[in-house]
């Protein structure tokens, strides 16, 4: 969809909105394709929504529902007809339903990427499963479709349970398990601060088979008795370096402390340090290790960059780079303040920018993740938090206007561009007093990056 017929879109609901409210339109990014569409109705966590041409696809294959007054009840669905021998093809041998080969084959995905090819059948045969791929390899995929495959309709609980570390990344999983869900009839929950939790104890008290959630929501709503876990099958750690982390692991343990002790458990991230391993011993029966990539911890499909500045001409150098780019750009800042601090530079030169912090309040993100995908605003700045849990297709050029402080939030930046074997950028500034901190850096790469001082244009 182009810029001008979004902005035609806005122009329509503009003059399409009546007194009473017939014919308004909302704004909501599709489940399959990321892409920045509009709809007649207000949009449910529960459902998910697809642009026009996603959702011509998806309207045959995917099974229908029975009507019935009572809309929020679930009921059983038909499986699709099978599948025909393409889409078959796509996940051969692994035993799909053909509901599930539907959906897969409407996203558009003819093959399984090796972390998916050898995932899903571990999982589907209720092993434990530690998968490392680099970031955009399809991990996603790797454990969502075993999820929906596992989960019983008929049984109204929840049954599986995705932990992950941003409120982007949860809307995200939610999106894609949703998809898949929608096949058989089961119903996903995401849980997330930054929104009122109400709405969320409501959807929990009609019922979930799926809940992906922020490890803090999720404890409250245990806490709160909205959600009861007993019936768990399987419990995701998506991202599970930062799960495990200090910064997460008090309230994952007590979230793990109300599960099944019979429970399948699934670990999935980029990188997957020793401490990861070992921590999560105590978690996993035995699991299986599943490594794509392991020793590479940065896409080869990624260029990269390196200049040696002055932290004085870093605004200037960035200027540079922005005019010479076509495509979508996010430029890493350290922290909040500075992030907001640089936004408001770049704004005040002309340029078309968001700012992405932690501090933002949920309604607030999603405009902004919104106006980024859909070329609004096609520079995004951001701390660390959009470093995971942001898919959007053809990013060019990922800018490291501060260092990071960890090899591992390096990998996770930089995997924002050249996603799924498309080329992509990555742009490093290092100033005289982060030289030790980029060494550090650069050996995680496993190869030198030859870098060049940066010259002001004359």
Not at 148 to 168: M, Y
């Amino acid at each position: 969809m182009s810029l001008h017929s979004r902005s035609t879109g806005r122009e329509r609901h503009r003059s399409t909105t009546r007194p009473n409210n017939r014919g308004r339109r909302h704004e909501v990014v599709c489940a399959a394709c990321d892409a920045l569409t509009t709809v007649p109705f207000r949009p449910t966590a529960d459902r998910p929504v697809y642009c026009r041409p996603c959702f011509q696809n998806h309207r045959r294959p995917l099974p229908v529902r029975s009507r019935t007054r009572d809309s929020q009840s679930p009921r059983p669905i038909e499986e699709a007809q099978p599948a025909t021998d393409d889409r078959a093809a796509a996940f051969e041998g692994m035993g799909l339903r053909s509901g599930v080969l539907a959906v897969i084959a409407g996203m558009g995905i003819t093959e399984p990427t090796p972390i998916q090819k050898q995932s899903i059948p571990l999982l589907l045969a209720g092993r434990d499963v530690m998968g490392q791929a680099r970031t955009g390899s399809g991990k996603t995929l790797a454990f969502a479709v075993p999820l929906v495959e596992r989960c019983d309709p008929s049984h109204r609980a929840v049954q599986a349970l995705v932990l992950v570390p941003t409120r982007e990344l949860a809307i995200q999983v939610a999106a894609v398990a949703g998809a898949l869900a929608a096949a058989r009839g089961l119903r996903v929950q995401s849980l997330y601060g930054g929104r009122s939790i109400r709405p969320e104890r409501a959807a929990l008290k009609r019922g979930a088979h799926v809940v992906v959630g922020t490890p803090g929501r999720t404890l409250d709503h245990l806490r709160q008795r909205n959600l009861d876990l007993d019936g768990l099958r399987l419990l995701v750690l998506d991202e599970a370096d930062e799960m495990l982390d200090k910064g997460f692991a008090h309230d994952v343990e007590a979230i793990l402390e109300r599960t099944p002790p019979e429970r399948q458990t699934a670990l999935f991230s980029a990188t997957m340090p020793k401490w990861v391993a070992n921590t999560a011993k105590k978690h996993l029966r035995e699991p299986e290790r599943v490594e794509i990539d392991a020793d590479i911890q940065a896409p080869p499909s990624v260029e990269h960059q390196v200049y040696t500045i002055e932290r004085g001409d870093k605004i200037e150098a960035l200027q540079a780079l922005l005019d010479e780019s076509d495509g979508p750009v996010i430029v890493f800042g350290r922290t909040k303040h500075g992030v907001r601090k640089l936004a408001r530079q770049l704004d005040s030169l002309g340029y078309r920018v968001g700012a992405l912090q932690g501090n933002l309040k949920q309604n607030a993100r999603e405009r902004v993740l919104a106006n980024f995908r859909s070329g609004t605003a096609p520079i995004l700045v951001a701390t660390n938090v959009a470093a995971r849990g942001i898919d959007v297709e053809g990013i060019d050029q990922v800018v490291n206007y501060d260092l990071p402080d960890s090899p591992q939030l390096f990998t996770h930046r930089v995997g924002r561009t050249g996603r799924m074997g498309r080329h992509g950028e990555a742009i490093t500034f290092v100033t005289p007093d982060e030289a030790r901190k980029w060494r550090q850096i650069e050996r995680s790469l496993g190869h030198r990056v030859t870098g060049e001082p940066w010259r002001r244009a004359s």
